[in-house]
């Protein structure tokens, strides 16, 4: 679906650029934007390469298991009923890569994790409620570094691109606690009916 959406939108500008008189300007604009976004994912790649080389020094030097462990009591709040080790490996790497604002590290992991819930799941097809715990802590992704966000910031010429640090740790951390408590609240419901 999303991808009608943006061919109309594409296909719109062109068609409004050709009616006013603007196709120049909007043929310059897209080659502009695709060398832009060339340029980007090249910096992105390198910034994922460092970021992915930093996580596994912490695998390799233990800090990661020690970060996992630091966080079994948080974990062990939010999924009472979990008792697969695997899926609690995965969901733990996934929080800590998460914190550590390492996105795309957290989904290999959060992917496996998914599927290790799933495989224990009585009701195939059906989410449980470990699944959707999951699920809200992945996407609230609470972060101590917002390495995306820096690295976008200074790509675009920010002064000051690591200025975003405290507002984003202040927002993901509201949005986890809020997703985190609506969770807790619709389980106690479904617990009374």
């Known amino acids: 679906m999303i991808n009608y959406i943006w061919s109309i939108l594409i ?3 062109i068609l409004i650029g050709s009616i006013n008189g603007n196709l120049n300007a909007v043929s310059d604009t897209i080659l502009d934007s695709s060398k832009e976004a060339v340029q980007l994912c090249i910096l992105m790649f390198g910034v994922v390469g460092v970021w992915s080389g930093i996580m596994n020094v912490a695998v390799s030097l233990g800090l990661v298991k020690k970060l996992e462990r630091l966080i079994a009591p948080f974990l062990k709040f939010l999924f009472p009923r ?3 080790k695997e ?3 995965y969901i733990s790497t996934n929080i800590v890569a998460n914190l550590l604002g390492l996105g795309w590290a957290a989904t290999p992991s959060g992917i496996k994790a998914m599927k290790a819930l799933d495989r224990i799941n009585p009701h195939k097809g059906v ?3 470990e699944m959707c715990m999951f699920l809200i802590l992945n996407i609230s992704s609470l972060q101590l570094i917002p390495v995306n966000i820096i690295v976008f910031r200074s790509q675009y010429g920010s002064v000051n691109p690591t ?3 405290a ?3 202040i927002a993901t951390f509201c949005s986890t606690i809020v997703g985190i408590l609506f969770a807790k609240i619709i389980e106690k419901f479904q ?3």
């Open 127 to 129: 989410a449980t409620r």
């Open 87 to 89: 899926a609690k490996e």
């Open 82 to 84: 979990l008792r697969d």
């Open 163 to 165: 200025a975003v640090v």
């Open 167 to 169: 507002p984003a740790i």
């Open 11 to 13: 296909l719109a500008g």
């Open 191 to 193: 617990k009374s009916i």
